[in-house]
């Protein structure tokens, strides 16, 4: 019978490679809020990130509807 992803043997990898990723996430999001906070001091930058997220929200809309 072949190990699944649900054997205990494999929980273990799993929960680890979980933890791992969530760390190298926040880790991540952390240094690219410090690397764009000079950028995001302007009010300027936070229109047009605002925008870019409209944009894509009301794309994903229209591809839902259609």
Do not use: E, Q
């Not at 690397?35 to 229209?62: C, E, K, N, Q, Y």
């Amino acid at each position: 019978m072949p190990a699944t992803a649900a054997s205990p043997d494999r929980r273990w990898w799993f929960a680890a490679g979980a933890g791992l990723g969530s760390i190298a996430w926040f880790g991540a999001l952390g240094a690219g809020a410090r690397l764009l906070a000079p950028v995001f001091a302007r009010p300027g930058s936070w229109r047009m990130f605002d925008g870019g997220i409209a944009l894509v929200m009301v794309t994903l809309a229209v591809m839902l509807v259609v």
